[in-house]
């Protein structure tokens, strides 16, 4: 099974509506992080959080909003979505890893967003 | 935050060593040389990391130069697996670092 995991894969959705994206991950990683890759290019930060309380903004963060709802869960909301936030978004997670801080990041499969 | 530039692709024959650069000229010394690559549908993966010495591990090589403004990931022995991008970045460790990404250089490898 996967360490960390996206929910949905894909979505369509239509400007305006509300949605949002889920992720888990059983590594036991203190540190959440969504990205966004738009197509030929890198990914950008919109939110990260190092622990269930901690809540911070990436580069992009307007438009979008995260909730830590538990250690292993952090997910993503577009409140009213609007066409050119159509991308992929990736989660990821880094923690302790064999008792030692890691600061590798492990990333989800990916979510492939449309708004239309 | 110190930059990398690597060209926008390269390619490479199956079962051939490939050597991707990286130029970092604006590198700081608490700065870390990380590698990520992303396979086509996936996200992206680590690979290797390193500060001053040549690293090595299962998937790859790391050559640093001495001066530290360059660095090179070293696939010793391409596969068509290996074909993906290929990010280059800096990080400084420390509790808020964070990854940042650019385009990177994609990896066409040739049967």
């Known amino acids: 099974d996967a360490d960390v995991t996206q929910t949905p894969r894909n979505r369509i959705t239509k400007t305006g509506k509300r949605i949002m994206l889920e992720c888990s991950q059983t590594?036991?990683?203190?540190?959440m992080y969504w990205y966004r890759q738009d197509p030929g290019l890198g990914l950008r930060l919109i939110y990260y959080?190092?622990?269930?309380?901690?809540?911070n903004k990436g580069e992009i963060s307007d438009g979008y909003s995260v909730s830590r709802q538990a250690q292993a869960k952090f997910s993503l909301s577009l409140e009213s979505a609007i066409p050119n936030q159509t991308a992929l978004y990736f989660c990821?997670?880094?923690?302790?890893?064999?008792?030692?801080?890691?600061?590798?990041?492990?990333f989800g499969p990916g979510t492939r967003l449309l708004v239309l | 935050d110190a930059k990398t530039t690597q060209p926008n692709s390269m390619e490479s024959n199956e079962e051939e060593p490939v050597h991707l650069p990286c130029n970092h000229s604006?590198?700081?010394?608490?700065?870390?040389i990380h590698w990520y690559r992303q396979l086509p549908s996936q996200g992206p993966e680590y690979v290797i990391h390193?500060?001053?010495s040549n690293v090595n591990n299962r998937m790859a090589s790391l050559a640093i130069a001495e001066d530290r403004k360059s660095s090179t990931l070293i696939l010793h022995r391409a596969t068509l697996r290996d074909a993906a991008v290929y990010y280059c970045?800096?990080?400084?460790?420390?509790?808020?670092?964070?990854?940042?990404f650019g385009k990177g250089i994609t990896l066409s490898v040739r049967p």
């Open positions: 604006t590198i700081s010394g608490t700065d870390y």
């Open positions: 959080s190092f622990d269930v309380k901690d809540i």
């Open positions: 970045i800096l990080r400084v460790p420390g509790a808020n670092s964070k990854l940042t």
């Open positions: 990821a997670t880094s923690g302790i890893e064999r008792g030692l801080w890691s600061e590798t990041q492990y």
């Open positions: 590594k036991g990683h203190d540190r």
């Open positions: 390193g500060l001053t």
